[in-house]
């Protein structure tokens, strides 16, 4: 055998790396992310919660507590499971969960890439949404799967279409967002989630409920989760429902502690546990205390603050966007979340677009990594979380005239 290692300059170590690592690739959004931090720039692309609403007082108080009442166990290594007070209080809003049907996980993305990892391989077929949350793509794509995508519509997915779907693709996983979906700010009707419940199961496929933005409805009917639903379905057993939640306290709290957590039953978390001790052993002790001080008055109070503001600037965006954009612009509604998706006339490219509404001060993400098999050219996400009523009427006129230029 040939050494492949380096020996000039220039030469590098592609040939080592493993057949996993070339499923990887660089986000494209990322790099043109990177343009959007000048600080004349309007961005509407960046996914951040509103900082200037972080409970700063409140974890600060939350971290001096903890310290006095724990001491050092509050920074001594942990249960890879999660700390059990934290799981006891995720498993008590769900009747029939307990804490062993409840993994804590860094970041709800560890949650991905940990359900990835013990769910999938080579390809076994994904079913996601088109467009889905780029991340969940980016975690599932070393192992391998093949993606089928599942057409949407103003209702979330085309629950028909999924039938055929599944009549054709022997599927290992379904995977969706049904509340303020990232990226398109859409959310699942009952009646679909019912059926796409019922279908999942009649073709034994196994659902992944991913789930931060479902506390933060401004408008409309809470709606029950498929979790809840997959467990009616089978009496309340959670050891049978076919559908597993994930949830995260990055949107209703802080993203930064890297709290989240995944439920299901007791062999999916158990499996789960094995891989997270290979990950990173166990999600920061500390900062799971912290979310624990904070879940019992502060989490409430803070989930009226976040869906008031965020309410707020979806309204105004929606607004402005009806008042300026031309006619042939179709964007979305959202009741809840922090994204809406914006469809302009076929032939266009928000792609190509980008450096023209960069030009006129403003950013988006265009939509097509959101889609698992390529498309959507015409699509771009807006997020409207940390953006001011100012910039909003600023943004929204920039891209008004962008689009309007291209359209000719
Ligand atoms: N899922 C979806 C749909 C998301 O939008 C995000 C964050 N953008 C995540 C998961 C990851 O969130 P976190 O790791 O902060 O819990």
Redesign the pocket.
């Given at each position: 055998m040939t050494s492949t290692l380096p020996t000039r300059p220039g030469e590098d170590f592609a040939a080592r790396l493993s057949a996993r690592a070339g499923r990887m690739s660089a986000s494209a959004i990322r790099e043109l992310l990177k343009l959007t931090q000048r600080p004349e720039i309007i961005s509407f692309a960046g996914?951040l919660p509103a900082p200037e609403l972080f409970p700063l007082d409140a974890i600060r108080a939350a971290a001096n507590a903890v310290l006095d009442r724990h001491g050092p166990a509050a920074v001594q290594y942990g249960t890879t499971e999660g700390h059990l007070p934290l799981r006891e209080w995720i498993a008590a809003q769900t009747p029939g969960l307990t804490p062993g049907h409840v993994q804590i996980v860094t970041?709800?993305?560890?949650g991905?890439d940990l359900l990835g990892k013990i769910l999938i391989d080579e390809g076994d077929v994904v079913l996601v949404e088109a467009p889905t949350?780029l991340?969940?793509l980016q975690s599932f794509q070393p192992y391998g799967p093949r993606y089928v995508e599942l057409p949407t519509d103003e209702h979330g997915i085309d629950v028909d279409a999924l039938e055929d779907v599944l009549k054709t693709h022997p599927a290992k996983l379904l995977y969706a967002?049904p509340n303020f979906q990232?990226p398109t700010g859409r959310t699942l009707s009952l009646e679909r989630r019912r059926r796409l419940v019922e279908l999942t199961a009649q073709y034994g496929v196994m659902v992944l409920e991913?789930d931060?933005?479902g506390k933060l409805r401004f408008t409309g009917e809470a709606l029950p989760s498929l979790f809840t639903l997959g467990l009616e379905r089978v009496g309340g057993d959670p050891e049978r429902n076919h559908v597993l939640y994930?949830g995260?306290f990055?949107k209703t709290l802080v993203?930064g502690l890297?709290d989240?957590w995944v439920q299901g039953p007791h062999l999916i978390i158990e499996k789960l546990v094995q891989a997270k001790q290979g990950a990173d052993l166990h999600t920061p002790i500390f900062n799971q205390m912290i979310i624990t001080e904070l879940v019992g008055e502060v989490l409430p109070r803070q989930i009226e603050i976040v869906k008031r503001a965020y309410g707020e600037r979806a309204q105004h965006m929606v607004g402005r966007l009806r008042e300026h954009f031309p006619a042939g612009v179709q964007f979305t509604e959202p009741e809840g979340g922090m994204f809406l998706w914006v469809t302009l006339p076929q032939g266009l490219d928000t792609t190509e677009l980008f450096p023209r509404a960069l030009e006129r001060g403003v950013a988006y993400v265009p939509g097509r990594p959101f889609f698992a098999l390529g498309g959507g050219a015409n699509t771009m996400r807006l997020s409207y979380s940390s953006a001011t009523p100012e910039q909003i009427e600023r943004g929204v006129r920039a891209l008004a005239e962008t689009f309007r230029e291209a359209m000719g």
């Open positions: 996914g970041g709800s993305q560890q991905l949350y991340g969940a967002i990232n991913d931060p933005y994930s995260s990055s993203p890297r989240a």
